[in-house]
């Protein structure tokens, strides 16, 4: 096929820079490393879920051969956390414990066997508090508190927004439904535990080397919790191992590595075992949903209002952010005219909850479009049809205020329909087969800083060496999605370069300029326009020499396969090399930056901050299922997904990131489960955990889709997170489809599937899920008023 | 990471030696073939051997002889791989190597060995925990406790056999050599498991498992069906083996054999009553199937809920019939419905 784009590198699928490292098993991840003295952490957990420390006493632990310290809460008092509402974290408790798991104190000795024995001699006293471990008693509790710095009980946040009167919406519609879901919690699962290396060196210095997706907030929230000046601390991340999101808060191991380290003058390495992954989680929220909507007869839109309760655990983590998320992105899809929003966080003795591939956003597109599946049917209208009749508008304002750039969702539903012969099979295959379509809709980076500053997200700087070499430096932290990569490519594409011509050095507080992280699916469109730009400032100087060397004027050289040559007589050239001294010699030493900050949101009313983006990318799934009605077992057989990422800077890449949303949805769906008895984690191991393997995997069909998007690097959109989000209820609707039940609470298990059938078979509801919400009420709304585009109309004209 | 509690490992190369070895460390000392169940539950501390016999090298325990006509032998060390591949194993006694094919994964299988999948430990997800997990629980009756958190107003334990082999081996009535210091005894495999999820093997401390003999075939068909979430590499949380033989139209013997339930793999003679010496039909299956529901027991101590366990026993033993008798059937044998139907 000719190649269409102007491109030698953007678009190709290329391997990544990382890849013969991974494949040969050179790569250094954190628990590789081993510094000369070094010693090992390891952390006291608590086995209750909510207790009181009555005492602590170390003096045998101490006394143990091998062992060189031992710290508890005493020795690290202030608190952290990653978001500055909730800086409610200590990095070992000091009264009293919230989860089981919450750690406690910690031991550097020469070996692990050591640390452990260390641990058994520890000596705490606990006088154990009735634990909280359901939404449910967390509100009928409001005496029993988990923490004190929230207003109300165990209530750590409720936040109520409108958006235009609803009510005057509902009174619009020809139909109105409502339905309650619940989506279960669930934990990232990443191939590599957490680790973290510290070193605190005879200059007063320390470098911590840490599985994070967060160098720069880990930076800070050591500069707070050691008191010490951010310079004096040098955070690297090293490769990690997978993330997903639990490797987003600063963690407990790493500040007590840190800490032992200064304590004995050594090395101090701390690996988490894979049950203390599980606790330390920061996984997805499990969340109760009830949602009602008013429609016309054609499906349009006339109200929303939607209510989340959200199991956050024992801590904040990314909990007030998660919150908001739950109800921000349900009007980037369809037009939603007018638009309430009610959403609860609330405090259990259970592992905080936090980000998980998708945040906070996964529950509530299972919820919605499993609803707007039922209105489809109820109103005898094709579930495709009505969705791409109502699809948001191109270069427009959300009823809350988030403003839409590109939008290739109809293009591709268009794919996955016609591919998957969805018309053809829809409510047709014989029973036990099913076909279900979803759409979803995510961000492309979050439009604003965790804490609030006016500095650019993202930050590259590239130098040239007189031999040619590029070496780009980025605050960016590759987890396994190519952040590597594209920094690469992006810079290899615009000086004319090749990838393998590029020496990426990325995620080092000392040498790299601030990047704020891998999460929000913003790395590829923020680092990709910081270093466009760095890039760009050195080719002008390449071009300048290159031009003036040549006689051609600079706008006709172009800069390609390592030469800079005249577009019109492409025998005037030099080659890339020659360029590079020449510029030096003329500009002094090589160096730029470039830097991006998102456009600024036009929301400016209270909780704008979370939603905005500069770009949203679009899916569109069809799930294929068979669901035996004898044991209630769900087999996806197929899934045909199209994904508008508006320009893929590597294919490969983004299939690779479709696929490994497709498999993270499907885990979700079907079978993931993190789940408590008491308080007490039900399965945390690898075995018990049930999450598929490659051999539970089924086949998937990618379509990319491209339409350039004017905020992204070469017109490129998201793809980490966003096709993850239409698959539960994709399996959700070919279930119905299949068999004729609707499980309304994922996962979607054997056990679900048959008790519905049952209940079908005996006359009743067709239907597994929750049937109530709390009675509790929301905090009065704050009402926005909705942009000029949705002021007069409810139901915009021409839509049906 | 956790690690393994310190021991002194003794690879004998006969069989004497190791029953020798055990003799002289009494209590102290256990028995290791592949180690995938016993290190893992070392790692959690469910045991803390001192010594320990891997009995590896000890060249007569990989060895498979005979055939189908007279019986064939199997040595206790030979995997759980070579198991589902043997030709003999293969062509006449197909539900054991089915068995064992679905055992974990293909690294587990190539590790593991028939002989320690028999005697493999009975599972409980209170007790498949590390030392943490169960001091944060209170501990159990099983290990260092006082109570069964499943049923905490009965006096035993209630955890589950989670032997895939062992169903199949019990239908087809199947003997094993057993050799201590005290000399050699054969058992009746049925005769080797207790319902007790503690004390779950008729087998002293001192007592090596050194043969598995499989009588002749003699016009058996078996088949072994299991229930697990994921078909990548879980254990059973129901295992079916049938063994059937049909005399024209009639059933002239059948065996049926539960495992993933209860505390030992029960053999459902209730059900093997109803189809013995009838004339088989869809309808008289069904009747078979469903007197298996009763004595199936299932706690809520591994993963599905314990009732979905039960109710799928008689699907299952529907299920298995109708393979053997060559009737349609749509799903695997895994309880996974297969693609392509
Ligand atoms: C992830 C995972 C999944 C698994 N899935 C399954 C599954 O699906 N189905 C299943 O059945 N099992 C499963 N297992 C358990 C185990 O791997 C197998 O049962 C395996 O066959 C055990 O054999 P082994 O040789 O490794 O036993 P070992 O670990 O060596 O021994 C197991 C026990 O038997 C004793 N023993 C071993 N050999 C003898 C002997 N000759 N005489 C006397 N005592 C002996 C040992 O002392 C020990 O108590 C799984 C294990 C893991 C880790
Ligand atoms: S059944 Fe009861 S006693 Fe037995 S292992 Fe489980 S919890 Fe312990």
């Known amino acids: 096929m000719a190649d269409k784009t102007p491109f030698s590198i953007v678009g190709k699928p290329l391997p990544k820079v990382d890849a013969w490292a991974k494949c040969a098993g050179e790569t250094i991840y954190a628990d590789d490393l081993n510094l000369p003295r070094m010693l090992y952490g390891k952390l006291l957990r608590s086995p209750h879920p909510h207790a009181i420390i009555k005492r602590m006493d170390t003096r045998r632990a101490r006394a143990l051969p091998g062992v060189h310290a031992v710290i508890t809460g005493e020795d690290l008092p202030i608190k952290f956390g990653i978001l500055p509402v909730s800086q409610d974290e200590e990095a070992l408790a000091r009264e009293k414990v919230r989860y089981i798991g919450d750690p406690v104190a910690a031991v550097a000795a020469v070996d692990e066997e050591t640390a452990e024995e260390a641990l058994k001699l520890i000596d705490v006293e606990y006088e154990p508090l009735p634990a909280i471990t359901s939404i449910d008693e967390a509100l009928a509790q409001s005496e029993n508190r988990i923490h004190e710095y929230n207003k109300v009980g165990n209530i750590q946040k409720a936040v109520a927004l409108e958006f235009g009167d609803v009510e005057e919406g509902f009174a619009e519609a020809d139909y109105i439904r409502e339905d309650i879901f619940f989506y279960q919690g669930s934990t990232h699962l990443p191939m590599e535990q957490h680790a973290a290396v510290a070193a605190y060196g005879p200059d007063g210095k320390l470098t911590l080397w840490s599985s994070t997706q967060t160098p720069h907030y880990v930076h800070r929230a050591l500069a707070k919790v050691l008191e010490m000046p951010p310079s004096h601390i040098r955070v690297i991340a090293t490769p990690v191992g997978g993330g997903f999101g639990g490797k987003s808060d600063p963690f407990s191991h790493e500040i007590v590595a840190a800490k032992l380290s200064m304590l004995t003058g050594r090395p101090v390495k701390i690996t988490l075992t894979r049950e203390e992954v599980f606790y330390a989680h920061r996984g997805r929220h499990p969340v109760l949903m009830w949602v009602k909507t008013g429609v016309k007869r054609d499906g349009a839109i006339t109200a929303m209002h939607f209510k989340t309760f959200l199991d956050g655990g024992a801590y904040g983590s990314y909990g007030v952010a998660s919150t908001y998320y739950t109800g921000a992105l349900q009007t980037v899809t369809y037009k939603i005219p007018r638009y309430k929003f009610e959403g609860m966080r609330v405090f259990t003795n259970k592992p905080p909850c936090g980000p998980k591939r998708g945040h906070g956003t996964p529950q509530p597109r299972y919820a919605l479009e499993v609803h707007l599946d039922k209105i489809a049917e109820d109103l005898g209208l094709d579930p495709v049809d009505m969705r791409r009749r109502h699809l948001v508008d191109e270069n427009s304002l959300t009823v809350n205020w988030l403003r839409i750039t590109t939008c290739s969702l109809k293009a591709c539903i268009d794919k996955v329909i016609e591919a998957s012969g969805f018309r053809q099979k829809f409510r047709r295959l014989p029973f036990g087969k099913g076909v279900g379509f979803a759409c979803s809709s995510y961000l492309s980076g979050a439009g604003l800083p965790i804490y609030w500053n006016h500095m650019p997200h993202s930050g590259v700087q590239i130098k040239i060496d007189r031999g040619g070499g590029v070496a780009v430096f980025c605050g960016s932290i590759d987890i396994g999605q190519g952040s590597d990569s594209i920094l690469a490519y992006v810079v290899a594409e615009i000086l004319g370069i090749r990838p393998e011509d590029i020496r990426v050095v990325t995620a080092d507080t000392d040498l790299t300029p601030v990047d704020l992280g891998s999460y929000s699916s913003r790395v590829t469109v923020m680092t990709g326009n910081a270093a466009m730009e760095a890039a760009e400032k050195l080719k002008d100087l390449l071009l300048t020499v290159a031009g003036e060397k040549l006689e051609v004027p600079k706008n006709r050289l172009v800069a390609v396969d390592r030469r800079i040559f005249d577009a019109e007589d492409p025998e005037r050239s030099i080659s890339f090399v020659e360029a590079v001294q020449l510029a030096e010699a003329r500009f002094g030493t090589l160096g730029s930056v470039g830097s991006y900050k998102p456009p600024e949101s036009p929301g400016k009313y209270k909780g704008s901050g979370v939603g905005p983006s500069p770009s949203y990318s679009y899916t569109a799934c069809v799930a294929q299922v068979d669901v035996d009605p004898e044991t209630g077992l769900v087999t996806v057989e197929k899934i045909w997904i199209a994904h508008d990422i508006g320009r893929s800077i590597n294919p490969l890449l ?5 696929e490994g949303s497709v498999y993270m949805g499907l885990g979700e769906a079907l079978m993931e489960e993190q789940v408590f008895r008491k308080g007490l984690h039900k399965i945390p191991s690898m075995l018990e955990y049930k999450s598929p393997t490659t051999l539970e995997m089924c086949d998937v069909e990618t379509f990319i889709i491209e339409k350039p998007d004017p905020h992204g690097p070469f017109g490129a959109k998201e793809v980490g997170q966003g096709p993850l989000l239409p698959v539960p209820p994709a399996v959700a609707n070919a279930v119905y489809d299949a068999v004729g039940v609707r499980i309304d609470e994922v996962p979607i298990t054997p056990e679900k599937v048959l008790k519905a059938l049952e209940a079908k078979a005996r006359g009743e509801d067709g239907r597994y899920g929750p049937s109530r919400i709390p009675d509790v009420a929301f905090p ?8 000029p585009e949705w002021q007069p109309a409810i139901v915009a004209e021409g839509t049906s | 990471m956790l690690r393994l509690p310190p021991f002194t490992y003794y690879a004998p190369a006969r069989i004497e030696d190791a029953v020798k070895i055990l003799a002289d460390y009494g209590p102290d000392a256990m028995v290791v073939a592949g180690g995938t169940d016993l ?13 320990i016999v891997g009995l590896r090298q000890i ?26 591949q043997h030709p003999a194993i293969l062509a006449s006694y197909r539900g054991l190597a089915r068995a064992a094919g679905l055992v974990a994964n293909p690294q587990i299988r190539h590790m593991g060995t028939l002989g320690g999948n028999l005697c493999v430990d009975t599972r409980c997800n209170y007790y498949d925990q590390t030392l943490f997990w169960r001091q944060a629980l ?13 049923a905490p107003g009965s006096q035993r334990c209630w ?21 201590s210091p005290r000399g050699e005894r054969l058992v009746a495999a049925s005769d080797f498991y207790r319902d007790d999820g503690i004390h779950y093997l008729n087998k002293e401390a001192d007592e090596i498992l050194t043969e598995i003999l499989l009588p002749p075939i003699d016009g058996l068909k078996t088949t072994y069906w299991k229930l697990r979430r994921r078909g990548s590499f879980d254990f059973p949380v129901l295992g079916v083996a049938v063994a059937l033989a049909q005399e024209g139209e009639r059933c002239r ?89």
Request: proline letters at 7%; aromatic letters at 4%; a positive charge.
């Open chain 1, 654 to 658: 983004v299939e690779g990131q479709v």
């Open chain 2, 138 to 150: 209170g501990y159990c009756l099983k290990k260092d406790g006082a109570i069964c958190p499943v």
């Open chain 2, 59 to 84: 060249r007569e325990l990989h060895r498979i002889n005979g055939d189908a006509k007279t019986g064939v032998t199997i040595g206790a060390c030979v995997t759980l791989a070579e198991v589902s």
């Open chain 2, 159 to 179: 955890a589950v056999t989670s032997t895939d082999t062992a169903p199949v081996i019990i239908a087809l009535r199947a003997t094993l050599r057993l050799v």
């Open chain 1, 780 to 787: 009065a709304p704050t009402t926005v008023d909705v942009p």
């Open chain 2, 253 to 341: 013997d059948v065996r049926i054999v539960t495992g993933g339930v209860n505390s030992r793999p029960m053999e459902m003679t209730e059900a093997e009553r109803i189809l013995i010496g009838e004339r088989i039909t869809p309808d008289l299956i069904e009747r078979v199937a469903q007197a298996v529901y009763r004595p199936v027991k299932a706690l809520d101590n591994t993963d599905f809920v314990p009732l979905y366990r039960k109710k799928m026993a008689p699907v299952f033993v529907k299920r298995a019939l109708r393979e053997l008798l060559g009737w349609p059937i749509q799903e695997t044998p895994d309880g996974h419905t297969s693609a392509a139907g």
């Open chain 2, 39 to 51: 290190y893992p539950n070392m790692k959690r501390r469910q045991f803390e051997p001192k010594i």
